[in-house]
């Protein structure tokens, strides 16, 4: 009798917790970066940032609204194309997302940015850096991280005061990415007092750069700066080495700022004359930079590439502007979004009006070995 007494209690109990989690209230937050071709390497490492917090943020019984709430990441593929970054962005919306995470290039942010305000759903990026991202005034656009104006003016100083480089070629990959970060850089150099010897354009699919390289070789600059991605800048290091260009230092923007540069260049020795800017601080000046690479590592081991603490920072963001406003309902916790002041990973996070963080940090790499490494 006794064991059965015993049995019954055990039973309701399973029950009573079985309703429990039943109630939660499911919150989804949306995640978008390009998942497939040659971006799919940054695309992952953001996605995984985002879930690494989404899954933290479960294990904290967190309750908004007298409600225990279950986070859920919707993660969608726009594969740096601008169309199925404005696709993505819609189906997002029309799934209910709470707020989203993303997206990466600046390319597919902007145009998503519109399509998120129009249905009045925050976003917040790490990664997109054109400052036209914020032009329009939306108040539903976040970016946690610097932008080109200052990634691009830093790497523009350094060359000028630092290196006292003289002469320069400019080549970007006319995106908006690539476009915005180069033409801040040949702005700032010009005023420095550098020259811009020639101006060369590629895609962002290209892998063959021969014909544009010795255009370049021909003006005798100290310099290039490349305006794009990593998966274009390893193999144009690789193609600098073979026409000879080994003394020609290499600049470009967070895009190619990665650990996989190294493997694109694939030995080449130019990797050498690379200085790349990133928005923030080095992981090791970052308040909680080095604990949590640790832990990213053990969940994700070989992944890590740029991006993914500022989006494990955009989601407890989120989650805190909600917390704060006692609603998930973006139209409400948005108000609160602006006026955060949230102590992340990467840095303390607050807003100017337009959406832009505060006092943005830079960080200067070069490469020793392969291996990047901070300048400052």
Not at 124 to 149: E, M, Q, S
Request: glycine share 10%; aromatic share 8%.
């Amino acid at each position: 009798m006794r064991m059965k007494l015993k049995l019954t209690v055990v039973a309701t109990l399973a029950m009573v917790a079985g309703f429990a989690s039943a109630q939660d209230t499911v919150v989804k937050i949306g995640h978008v970066a390009p998942m497939s071709g040659s971006q799919a390497h940054y695309g992952k490492d953001n996605e995984n940032g985002a879930r690494m917090a989404v899954e933290e943020l479960n294990t904290q019984n967190v309750v908004i609204g007298g409600k225990k709430i279950k986070f859920e990441l919707v993660a969608e593929d726009d594969a740096a194309d601008p169309k199925q970054g404005t696709a993505a962005a819609q189906k997002l919306c029309d799934s209910k997302v709470a707020g989203v995470v993303g997206h990466l290039n600046s390319g597919t942010t902007i145009p998503a940015s519109k399509v998120y305000n129009d249905c009045g759903i925050p976003m917040v990026t790490g990664a997109a850096t054109n400052p036209n991202l914020t032009k329009p005034g939306y108040k539903t656009t976040y970016r946690i991280i610097a932008n080109d104006n200052a990634l691009g003016a830093g790497l523009a100083f350094y060359a000028a005061d630092a290196l006292k480089l003289k002469r320069v070629a400019i080549i970007d990959d006319r995106t908006a990415y690539g476009q915005g970060v180069a033409e801040v850089f040949k702005k700032t150099a010009s005023a420095k007092g550098m020259t811009v010897v020639d101006e060369q354009f590629t895609t962002d699919k290209a892998t063959d750069f021969m014909a544009i390289l010795t255009a370049v070789k021909a003006k005798n600059p100290d310099a290039i700066f490349f305006g794009g991605m990593d998966a274009q800048g390893g193999p144009m290091l690789r193609q600098m080495e073979q026409l000879g260009m080994s003394n020609v230092k290499y600049f470009g923007g967070d895009g190619i700022c990665t650990a996989e540069l190294a493997k694109l260049a694939a030995g080449a020795k130019t990797i050498g004359n690379v200085v790349c800017a990133e928005g923030g601080a080095s992981l090791a000046k970052m308040p909680g930079g080095e604990a949590w690479k640790k832990r990213y590592d053990a969940k994700y081991p070989a992944q890590f590439q740029v991006y993914s603490p500022y989006t494990y920072d955009a989601t407890f963001l989120l989650v805190d502007a909600m917390k704060r406003a006692n609603s998930t309902d973006p139209k409400v916790y948005n108000a609160e979004l602006i006026k955060s002041n949230f102590k992340g990973v990467t840095t303390t996070i607050a807003f100017e009006p337009n959406g832009e963080l505060k006092n943005p940090a830079i960080t200067l790499y070069v490469y020793k070995d392969g291996k990047k490494s901070a300048l400052n």
